[in-house]
């Protein structure tokens, strides 16, 4: 049985919404602040489009926003993959 590695934790600081965070996580610190900073822009955006809404329904939708994102990127990159197989035969 193989051994599993204590994994790194890295621990980062980060401000998203005008709101401290610390975030956890295996990755490095830039890839964190990169969140972070991907999270701060879109609900930014959302907070400009829809000045009414509080904070928890921008975060919300900020989720639902890169949610929808992430799959389209995933869709698109199943395509890429189906096209890259075509071509290899």
Request: net charge neutral.
């Amino acid at each position: 049985m193989s051994e599993l590695k204590p994994s790194i934790k890295n621990r980062i600081d980060v401000e998203i919404y005008g709101q401290q965070y610390t975030i956890v996580g295996n990755e490095a610190n830039s890839h964190i602040r990169n969140v972070a900073h991907i999270v701060n822009d879109k609900m930014k955006e959302i907070h400009l489009a829809n000045t009414s809404l509080d904070s928890t329904k921008v975060a919300v939708l900020a989720a639902v926003n890169i949610t929808h994102e992430n799959i389209k990127m995933q869709e698109r990159i199943r395509v890429l993959e189906q096209e890259l197989e075509f071509f290899k035969k």
